[in-house]
């Protein structure tokens, strides 16, 4: 039976990385995550036929999206997005809340942290995501992006808890759902109600 549900724009966590450290900032994907990565691009096929892929400027999203482009078979084109592409705000406002993402996250969520540059980091991200002129897009990035967006759609699942990872949001093609990319022996998707 074929899938009649079509994905416009994906936003995702990338596969699994090796461990950071201060001599090694951006690990690359350990084996499992290159296999993982390669299991995820036959199954989001089912929901994007054709698509581009973009990452953020890091060798764990870059590796990602090599990984599912060659198990996908139709990507268009794959493309690193730099930061000032994608964030209009001020870029020390962004690297601040991307390196003390979870010490953030804590304090926001304790009442302590007013959520406005964890909002505007999430809008942004939201409006890249919907506004691309693609039939589809997949955008690799990390976990402080997915629990940026679930705070600016209200969805829980990532505020409180950190995504696994390739866990993230699809949103329909239509524009009339968003789902959770949910990972643990499968993927699969769950409507957000």
């Known amino acids: 039976m074929k899938n009649e549900r079509k994905l416009k724009a994906v936003v995702i966590r ?7 450290t201060p001599n090694e900032l951006d690990p690359p994907l350990t084996d499992k995550g290159k296999k993982e990565a390669r299991e995820f691009g036959k199954w989001i096929k089912k929901y994007m036929r054709e698509l581009s892929i973009y ?21 268009i084109e794959i493309r690193e997005v730099s930061i000032p592409e994608w964030w209009k705000g001020n870029k020390e406002e962004l690297c601040k809340v991307m390196q003390n993402y979870e010490l953030a996250v804590k304090e926001w969520i304790n009442g302590k942290l007013p959520a406005v540059s964890i909002k505007d980091y999430g ?13 589809s897009a997949l955008f690799i990035a990390h976990d402080s992006t997915i629990t940026a967006l679930s705070y600016i759609l209200n969805i829980n699942n990532f505020v409180y808890n950190k995504p696994n990872y390739l866990e993230g949001i699809a949103f329909d093609e239509k524009g009339n759902g968003v789902s959770l990319i949910l990972h643990s022996s499968s993927y699969k998707l769950v409507s957000v109600d």
């Open 14 to 20: 990338h596969a699994e990385r090796g461990k950071i």
């Open 55 to 75: 990452y953020t400027p890091y060798l764990r999203t870059r590796m990602t999206a090599e990984e599912i482009a060659k198990a996908h078979g139709g990507v």
């Open 123 to 135: 809008t942004y991200i939201l409006k890249l995501t919907l506004n691309l002129n693609d039939n």
